[in-house]
């Protein structure tokens, strides 16, 4: 008896399963093309191209594997910065088919995206790929055609908080430190979605990453082509315009005090407010949201504030200049917790913080649109628990030595989502 090789055998089932009438007439004569092509060839043959078959299946899936991890990783980095999921599953996907959209000859692939929960409560990134190729003799051997897949996870470990994002992407050098300026935030994450360049200062931080080069004495040494990171408070309402002014006349005015002890209560105060001498200035507690004008510190004056956040409108201006003091902490309750300075979208002024006794700026310094140049000679923000900067452009010039302090275990002022602590470093998870 002689025994024919399996393929043909399957062959041969296929051909009389085929049904009668004209339809059937062709889909047996094609059945029979493929038929006689399996007859027509060798065992060996047969064995010889489906070792090819399956050589080339194997190399794809090695490759999918790799493009599986390279996105699952992109994905789970960005996730532990952002915090936004959206984002995350994004930028997962792009990195996969941007891989795939440069392979010569690939198989027809899917790509899939999501967050997978991990122990204890760990997030992960998990990126899938599902591929077909067609297979010997019009997908008989197997039949069907091949389809496979291969899947990778990825999540993040660590505990650096985000204390710094320069997110302007269309200008390149939106991070600059220059003179003798230094940046101090060993516990920190700081980022760009530009350049880092530093001429003449210098950055200490715990991580230090930008989208394009970063450039200057960084320790340790940079993370360059880092995914990007979008602002995280990009939903956040803080309009000002429109408001009714709190005061007398109701209207912009000019104050100049120069002299003498006052208290602010909060609300809208429109016009120009400058405060030089000795005076000092209380903010009390509650959101101050300013119109209309400028806030200038000079001289020895004293600005102080406790629970408090300043919004500035998109005409306002800001300098902190001279020998002025800051003390300021930010919310701890309301929309706005977490916050101790912002300015409204579509302010392009230049916030100026250039004073030598600038002691606290406790929660977050937001200027979406703005430059936030910071100088002078001194210590900036060191007694704070944990600053946070969140701007569209930073430049620090001059002398000054800003810290960013990550001490959130000792501040009852929270974070607002989006900052704080976070994992930032990534691994595969098996």
């Known amino acids: 008896m002689v025994m024919m090789p399996f393929p043909y055998l399957r062959a041969l089932r296929t051909a009389r399963r085929r049904p009668s009438g004209p339809r059937g007439f062709w889909r047996a004569t094609t059945g029979n093309v493929a038929l006689i092509v399996a007859l027509s060839i060798?065992?060996?043959?047969?064995?010889?191209?489906?070792?090819?078959?399956?050589?080339?299946?194997?190399?794809?899936?090695?490759?999918?594997?790799?493009?599986?991890?390279?996105?699952?990783?992109?994905?789970?980095?960005?996730?532990?910065?952002?915090?936004?999921?959206?984002?995350?599953?994004?930028?997962?996907?792009?990195?996969?088919?941007?891989?795939?959209?440069?392979?010569?000859?690939?198989?027809?692939?899917?790509?899939?995206?999501?967050?997978?929960?991990?122990?204890?409560?760990?997030?992960?990134?998990?990126?899938?790929?599902?591929?077909?190729?067609?297979?010997?003799?019009?997908?008989?051997?197997?039949?069907?055609?091949?389809?496979y897949s291969s899947a990778a996870t990825a999540s993040s470990v660590g505990m650096k908080p985000l204390c710094v994002l320069a997110f302007d992407d269309a200008m390149t050098k939106n991070f600059l430190v220059q003179n003798a300026a230094e940046i101090r935030a060993p516990e920190c994450l700081v980022h760009s979605n530009g350049d880092v360049e530093v001429t003449g200062g210098r950055i200490e931080a715990g991580q230090t990453q930008a989208v394009g080069a970063a450039t200057g004495d960084i320790t340790p040494d940079a993370i360059t082509d880092a995914p990007p990171v979008d602002d995280p408070f990009a939903d956040i309402d803080m309009a000002v315009s429109g408001l009714p002014c709190v005061g007398k006349g109701k209207s912009p005015t000019v104050v100049a005090i120069t002299i003498g002890v006052y208290t602010i209560k909060p609300g809208v105060h429109c016009g120009a407010i400058s405060v030089g001498g000795n005076a000092v200035v209380t903010l009390a507690p509650g959101e101050h949201r300013f119109t209309l004008g400028s806030l200038v510190m000079r001289g020895a004056a004293r600005l102080l504030g406790d629970d408090v956040v300043l919004i500035f409108d998109k005409t306002w201006a800001t300098k902190f200049k001279e020998d002025s003091v800051i003390n300021l902490t930010g919310r701890r309750s309301g929309a706005l917790a977490g916050f101790v300075m912002m300015a409204d979208r579509g302010n392009t002024q230049r916030f100026e913080i250039d004073s030598t006794h600038v002691e606290r700026l406790d929660g977050v310094i937001y200027v979406p649109d703005a430059e936030l140049l910071i100088g002078g000679r001194s210590d900036i923000a060191r007694q704070s628990d944990w600053t946070v900067i969140v701007a569209n452009q930073l430049t620090l010039s001059g002398n000054p030595r800003l810290y960013l302090n990550a001490d959130y275990g000792a501040s009852d002022i929270t974070a607002p989502a989006g900052v704080g602590p976070r994992r930032d470093a990534v691994r595969l998870v098996e």
Do not use: C, Y
């Open 42 to 147: 060798p065992g060996a043959a047969t064995l010889a191209f489906g070792a090819i078959d399956v050589s080339s299946i194997m190399g794809d899936r090695a490759r999918m594997r790799s493009i599986a991890e390279a996105a699952a990783l992109a994905g789970a980095r960005n996730l532990s910065v952002a915090m936004s999921e959206s984002n995350a599953l994004e930028q997962a996907r792009a990195m996969a088919e941007g891989v795939i959209s440069e392979w010569r000859d690939s198989p027809s692939l899917t790509v899939a995206a999501e967050i997978t929960e991990l122990h204890g409560g760990v997030k992960g990134v998990t990126v899938r790929l599902d591929a077909a190729r067609p297979s010997l003799f019009g997908d008989l051997l197997p039949p069907g055609g091949w389809h």
